[in-house]
């Protein structure tokens, strides 16, 4: 039980007085934000000021400047607009407006503010709280607040939103009001889409969006337009007759004042009969979606707290969304950058503002480790969903070996074709680590601007994930997000059930086998003793004998003596005396240092004289060839399209200042199978999972099959129905339902 009273001491927020105002254009979504500021300031003791108008009313003074109170802000939400009003102020942009503005706020006791608006209202904001104590100083000197006032006022604290449904702010993955605004937009284009097709007709429509093409874009794909032109990306020469090959029926989206050019365009070129919409100020009005009234209401509570936390020397700050995170960052900072988009959006330096907006990435594909069929379509999946959500794709050829000798390449959409089926590593794979060339790893990383790692492989991608992570320190550039997708015919990497590679490694081995004992069909009585592959991870060996019906399966995780070899050589004596002809020991590689397969074979062979013969068979590396099987093509593909989107989201959350910047646990992540769910884990914490002399996890699940496949062999033992669950998680993998991946 937390302590409640301590809790509610840290958030007090007695003899404190905060103002809230918005400010420039409205966006759906900011009475929201008010009535959170208005509630949370209420509960932890402060009180809350409505200041209408703006930085005008502010200004202005008077009835400008009320007390709120709970019931105030009842029947907010729902609205759209500022139910507080919103104004330009040339006043405030001069001194003498300032000074009002202070004198306003002191006599009121008010030295917080709660800003919600666009870049221009946090920087003016940001300008007054650097002025404030030259601002207090005039007012004394004129008489006009006490000595005593100014000093008892002498810090003004400042927090913004961005409410603006252009999302052009840099530093949130969302402002206030944009997906209110994408809510009327498609609305209205999903109205004049059965217009278009009943009359043959072509409709060019206009959004807002200023200088930022978001609106436009993300409109776009949700509602199937056949085109799409935005400022950031302007068509390249010949565009118009790639167009004239479009198909009737489409919708253009375009930012402001693009219009008639495209509709003379169209018609010229075309001859279609042609209609303009121009969706102008309906964007912003109506009620705002659910989305906005939540990430107001969160982002006005967190205001909140950080003007309770805030001390003389705190830098103003913005509230922004990270991933699904409320989070402050430095305000000017943030409005620096955003200064910077529109600088470059002005000088036409195109490439550039993508680039600020932090909307394209570089991304980093590589294979570590034993080749495992299912890669290929691994590394298929990630570069073309990469490719579709903006980021430039660089394939790595042989593991961290290419990396740091500088194999690298662009990789695109087309390079991939036709990966899905087939087996092996086509990028190339090694064994090699990368900790004894993390120095030119680092400056391969820096000369082809890597912002983001995806390593697809086994045991040794996870050991050069932490080496990576651990590096950190010493190299900034691999403080980037990092992700591990498991592939590996050993299927034994800590933090999954399962690998990609497994499912078509226990194909062979039961191809293999069931061939085998086809091959004595009709001869006399005879074991088979085979080895397979997995270093010390029993997996294949236990899983592929119980696909393939053996009578006994040695593995390291299963201690065994020569009273057991004995016990199960007895067993199959006693089989053999019936109408059972033939018999099948599978060992797993590394079981054991001194009852190796030949002394295993060795053992079979002289204990059955007289009942059965013995023949040997060594697996070898068939388990890792082949064409992969349906569940590693479906189970790679989907496993590598969760990865890049958690890499895109990764990137997006630790993108500032225009760069990538991670260095948290949770940023070199392992995507593994629990279950039945996909799971994110920092490799970090599954150290403690992990028996790194042996190369395996310290818990596995199908150990809990070893029982099964004894029951099934007629040996007597107990059996665990409570793990009936598991069971039936691998039944519905192995006859390939996926759909719960």
Avoid at 94 to 103: F, K, P
Avoid at 210 to 232: F, K, M, N, Q, T
Avoid at 495 to 503: F, K, P, Q, R, V
Wanted: charged share 20%.
């Amino acid at each position: 039980m937390p302590d409640t009273k301590k809790f509610i001491e840290n958030l007090s927020g007695a003899g404190k007085s905060i103002g809230v105002l918005t400010s420039g254009g409205d966006a759906q979504g900011m009475n929201a934000a008010v009535r959170a500021v208005v509630r949370m300031g209420i509960y932890v003791g402060a009180k809350v000021y409505f200041v209408h108008e703006g930085y005008q009313g502010m200004v202005d003074g008077g009835d400008n400047i009320k007390e709120a109170s709970w019931e105030s802000v009842s029947s907010m939400l729902q609205v759209g607009g500022t139910v507080i009003g919103s104004a330009r102020c040339k006043d405030f942009r001069a001194h003498e407006g300032r000074l009002r503005a202070a004198l306003n706020l002191v006599q009121r006791g008010i030295t917080n503010l709660c800003v919600i608006g666009g870049d221009g209202s946090l920087t003016g904001a940001n300008l007054f709280r650097e002025e404030w104590s030259g601002l207090l100083d005039e007012l004394v000197q004129s008489g006009q607040i006490s000595e005593e006032a100014a000093q008892t006022h002498s810090a003004l604290h400042i927090v913004g939103m961005v409410g603006s449904i252009d999302n052009d702010f840099c530093g949130t993955d969302m402002t206030i009001g944009t997906d209110s605004a994408l809510h009327r937009i498609i609305e209205v284009v999903d109205a004049i889409m059965t217009t278009a097709q009943s009359h043959q007709r072509t409709f060019v429509l206009e959004v807002m969006g200023r200088h930022c093409g978001y609106l436009a874009l993300v409109s776009a794909l949700a509602c199937g337009a056949d085109w799409v032109l935005i400022p950031e990306m302007p068509p390249k020469d010949g565009w118009e007759e790639q167009m004239s090959k479009n198909t009737l029926y489409f919708v253009n989206f375009l930012p402001e004042d693009c219009v008639l050019s495209l509709l003379q365009l169209v018609v010229r070129c075309l001859g279609f009969d042609t209609r303009v919409t121009i969706l102008g100020h309906v964007q912003r009005g109506g009620t705002p979606s659910a989305f906005d009234r939540i990430l107001a209401s969160r982002m006005g509570v967190e205001a909140v707290l950080a003007l309770l936390e805030a001390s003389p020397g705190t830098p103003a700050c913005v509230v922004s969304l990270c991933g699904n995170q409320a989070v402050r960052l430095p305000l000017m900072e943030c409005v620096q950058m955003t200064q910077e988009v529109q600088k470059a959006m002005d000088e036409k330096r195109f490439e550039e503002a993508v680039k600020l907006r932090g909307s394209s990435f570089n991304v980093a594909v590589l294979n570590v480790g034993a080749p495992a069929a299912g890669m290929n379509a691994a590394v298929r999946s990630a570069v073309r969903v990469g490719i579709t959500e903006g980021h430039t794709l660089f394939a790595v050829n042989d593991g961290f070996e290419g990396f740091y000798k500088g194999q690298i390449k662009e990789i695109k959409w087309g390079d991939v074709g036709g990966w899905t089926g087939q087996g092996g590593s086509l990028l190339g794979t090694k064994r090699t680590l990368p900790a004894k060339h993390i120095d030119k790893i680092a400056e391969q990383m820096k000369i082809h601007n890597i912002n983001a790692l995806l390593v697809i492989g086994g045991f040794e991608a996870y050991l050069g994930l932490l080496e990576l992570q651990a590096a950190r320190s010493k190299h900034a550039e691999l403080c980037v997000p990092m992700v591990m997708v498991p592939a590996t015919v050993s299927n034994n990497i800590p933090g999954s059930d399962l690998s990609i590679g497994a499912d078509t490694a226990l194909n062979a081995i039961t191809d293999t086998c069931d061939r085998i004992k086809q091959s004595a069909s009709g001869t006399k009585r005879r074991v088979f003793i085979i080895e397979t592959m997995g270093g010390y991870c029993g997996y294949l060996a236990t899983v592929g004998g119980l696909a393939a019906g053996a009578d006994a399966a040695y593995i390291y995780e299963e201690p065994f003596d020569i009273r057991d070899l004995q016990s199960n050589v007895e067993h199959l004596t006693e089989k053999m005396k019936t109408s059972i002809q033939r018999g099948l020991v599978l060992r797993n590689e590394n079981c054991s240092e001194n009852y190796t397969t030949d002394f295993i074979y060795q053992l079979y062979s002289e204990e059955g004289k007289g009942v059965f013969d013995c023949r040997k068979n060594v697996l070898g590396h068939m388990q890792q060839g082949g064409a992969p099987s349906p569940f590693d093509r479906n189970f790679g593909t989907k496993i590598a399209a969760k990865a890049m989107q958690w890499i895109s989201k990764k990137l997006k959350e630790f993108y500032r200042e225009g760069r990538v910047f991670a260095n948290s646990e949770d940023s070199a992540c392992l995507l593994g199978m629990r279950r039945r769910a996909l799971v994110f884990q920092p490799v970090i914490q599954l150290k403690d999972e992990t028996d790194f002399v042996h190369r395996i996890p310290k818990e596995q699940w199908w150990l809990r099959l070893r029982p099964l496949m004894k029951i099934l062999a007629k040996y007597k033992t107990s059996y665990d129905v409570s793990d009936s669950g598991q069971l039936e998680h691998i039944v519905r993998l192995r006859t390939k339902d996926i759909s719960a991946i």
